[in-house]
């Protein structure tokens, strides 16, 4: 069972084990016998299963258990030693029975509660809330069935209520007053002062685009949607004007996997203004990484990379030789946007499709007719690329994968999700039930540059509750923190920096740093083994842990982000900062 499954049953079955509990209460205070010793026993069945999840979890990683070893735990063992023996003695009235369930019935909610509504890090505060809601509903429930405790009972669960309710209130604040990003700096504009080799112009604007046969709207670069593609030859100064027409959002300009200074990244509050309507800015940086790549805007960047506002950046190392092609894909209004029709190319002629993932989520691609290689990742190349057939590649949000073959004297077609956008000719192959490449075993392995780290960092992936705003939203945590309350990540220039990326929820976070590429060194504890990887956006899935590393080597203040912009824009970024 992977840990993502285990996340998933864990949660299952706290949920019935908190719903039995609850309704045994229920149906032993209506004097409804069969039905309360029923609820109980599943109840209790289900509360001993949790040990039983919660351990495994807990060996997985204590990301993933901590608060459900210190709070959930101690919680379910009150539950079952109080409910236990009191429905053991209820021989005659089983209503007796029923302040002792509906207790069981609190405890394993207010532990479900904890981990749905805070998750990690477990906090003392956290515990004490849970405590105290158990405790005050447990009391209620008791006046309203009649019950009728000592006057000395009744005194001390008001002032433990009252008590862990303070106490608990603070603890959770507190830590969350972390330093926040300044966002007020003056951004000087440093650029290159040199005559640019290449200059474009995009103007972003509101537009009706074509979509798969139907018009809709959308927001676009030069009216068009992917934008104009931008190439440029390695050693190339790139000039890029940005003009904003009409996008009330505001527009920027980032470079999508492309390590340039820290005042063109164009991250708005952080990097450069948001570009108005009627304004422009000028971007400017020396293209000296060949590769794939994109552009998007950064600003109101989940709705505006939805809506249009991207485009395929390429910059190559020489003239181009035989068919290169970009497969940018994405949906604009549930539509898949068609990629350009290729004409037949001629037999053993070098091809190199560079597929582009420019949505929020992850697609599968499938190469059928062909053997192929995967030359590049993320822009860089892989080392002793091995040939393959029949299998699939998964690419994250973001992420790009250059396929390299010679055209064979048959048809050949790329099929995205099953559904085919690149062909050269017919060709009927159901690549559904392919295996998938796994980059980190794909290649030829080189030691990894570093022996020692100076500084670590994780970063623990989750759902939460966040109160710190006017309107409460569940947002996308990291460390139980969201945007812009989690703490900047602080490095030293020249620093060796690695990084442990833990989800623990249930949903992929593509995770996306910007400024850098990092090392993949490991997932789930096993080193990677093939060619290094050196990414910029990759699939962290539920229950997985990343270790990567990279070397500060590009000052500045870097977004360091989620790549479903969903979950970027409801809490899941933060920052790198030099220090
Ligand atoms: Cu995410």
């Not at 080193?527 to 050196?534: I, K, R």
Request: glycine fraction near 10%.
């Amino acid at each position: 069972m992977t840990t993502g499954s285990l996340l998933a049953a864990d949660l299952v079955i706290a949920v019935l084990a908190a719903a039995a509990w609850l309704g045994g209460g229920a149906a032993s205070a209506a004097r409804r016998r069969p039905l309360a010793l029923g609820l109980a026993a599943v109840a209790l069945l289900a509360t001993l299963a949790r040990a039983v999840t919660i351990t495994a979890l807990a060996r997985a990683g204590w990301w993933f258990a901590a608060e459900k070893v210190l709070i959930a735990a101690p919680l379910s063992l009150a539950a079952v030693g109080v409910a236990g023996p009191r429905l053991l003695r209820a021989r005659g009235d089983i209503r007796a029975a029923a302040v002792a369930l509906l207790f069981a019935g609190y405890a394993t909610s207010s532990a479900l509660l904890v981990t749905v509504l805070h998750g990690y890090p477990a906090s003392a505060g956290a515990g004490l809330l849970a405590i105290s809601g158990v405790v005050a509903a447990t009391v209620v429930s008791g006046r309203a069935l009649g019950a009728h405790p000592s006057r000395l009972v009744s005194r001390g669960a008001v002032v433990v209520t009252v008590a862990a309710l303070v106490t608990g209130t603070g603890l959770t604040v507190g830590p969350g007053a972390a330093p926040a990003v300044p966002h007020d700096h003056g951004y000087p504009a440093v650029g290159i002062a040199d005559e640019p080799d290449r200059r474009y112009t995009l103007t972003a604007g509101t537009a009706t685009v074509n979509a798969d046969g139907r018009n809709v709207a959308a927001w676009a670069f030069n009216a068009q949607v992917p934008g104009p593609e931008l190439t440029a030859t390695v050693g190339d100064i790139l000039e890029v004007t940005l003009r904003n027409r009409d996008i009330g959002r505001g527009v920027t300009l980032h470079w999508h996997g492309y390590d340039v200074p820290n005042d063109q990244d164009g991250v708005p509050g952080v990097t450069q203004a948001a570009v108005r309507p009627g304004q422009e800015f000028v971007y400017r940086f020396r293209a000296d990484q060949a590769g794939t790549y994109w552009y998007h805007t950064h600003s109101a960047s989940d709705v505006g990379v939805r809506m249009g506002l991207y485009g395929v950046l390429v910059v190559r190392p020489g003239p181009v030789s035989g068919v290169d092609v970009t497969v940018p894909v994405h949906t604009l209004a549930g539509r898949p946007l068609p990629a350009p029709r290729v004409e037949q190319v001629e037999t053993g002629t070098p091809v190199r499709l560079r597929l582009i993932n420019t949505d929020s989520t992850t697609h599968r691609y499938a190469l059928a007719g062909t053997a192929f290689r995967v030359a590049a990742i993320d822009g860089v190349d892989l080392r002793g690329p091995t040939p393959l057939v029949d299998t699939a590649v998964l690419i994250p949000a973001g992420g790009r994968y250059d396929l390299v073959f010679d055209a064979p004297a048959t048809p050949v077609a790329l099929f995205v999700d099953g559904r085919s956008v690149y062909s050269t000719g017919p060709v009927s192959t159901a690549t559904g039930g392919w295996p998938v490449l796994d980059p980190l075993g794909y290649g030829t392995t080189a030691p990894v540059p570093w022996s020692r780290f100076d500084t670590t960092f994780t970063l623990v992936l989750d759902r939460g509750l966040d109160l710190r705003r006017l309107l409460p939203r569940y947002a996308h945590t990291v460390n139980g923190a969201a945007d812009p309350d989690i703490p900047p990540q602080v490095v030293r220039r020249g620093d060796v920096v690695r990084f442990t990326i833990v989800n623990r929820s249930q949903v992929v976070h593509p995770w996306h740093l910007h400024g850098h590429h990092v090392l993949v060194l490991a997932r789930d504890g096993e080193p990677a083994t093939g060619s290094p990887l050196w990414l910029d956006s990759f699939d962290v899935r539920p229950g997985e842990v990343w270790k990567v590393a990279f070397r500060a080597d590009n000052p500045g203040m870097w977004a360091n982000h989620c790549h479903n912009l969903a979950h970027a824009d409801a809490g899941m970024t933060l920052h790198l900062m030099y220090s």
